[in-house]
């Protein structure tokens, strides 16, 4: 009698598991739309250490400690850097530009990403850096700008003001707002 006990128990067991199984079929569609109607990424990666290369050459270097993948947004996908992100470009001459912020967001579609909280953009070889507390990149164009306070320092100025764009370089740029010293060549 204990014998047909168990195994009456053991086949129950077997059926129950078995329905809750095969009555776990959402899509993968299904799932995404979860993910994105509760505001939660679709991937998520830590200690980020990418580089780029085209024709052999290094020419992005990148470092964030988290990565959070909200491609599943329909309209608007984005990655989002919340704990920073640190960017190193390098030119084909050798000359490089970082950009270090402690928050980033990037959009897929558009190419631009918004950067804040202690940004900080520096041309090594021109001697140009920029200090400000936010700033948007497009990449396509390869433009900075913002519409924020800033600091901006040349070999031989430190401009200050608030409004900012500037080539992804740094040598070419515009101040709409200034205060501070400039020296003008004839």
Known sequence: MTRSIVYKIKNIAIVFSVAMFFSCTNSAKEVRDFLADKNLPIGEAVNIDLKHTDSGSVDIKMKAPLMLDFANREAHPYSEFPKGIFI?????????????????????????????????ITNYAKNNKLETT????DQKAHYFFTEKRFVFYTATDTIYGTGFEASEDLELWWVKNQSGVIEIKD
């Open 88 to 120: 190193t470009t390098i030119e084909k001459n050798g000359d490089s530009t970082t950009v270090k912020g402690d928050y980033a967001k990037t959009y897929n579609k558009t190419a631009v990403s918004e950067i804040r909280g202690n940004v900080v």
């Open 134 to 137: 936010e700033i948007f990149w």
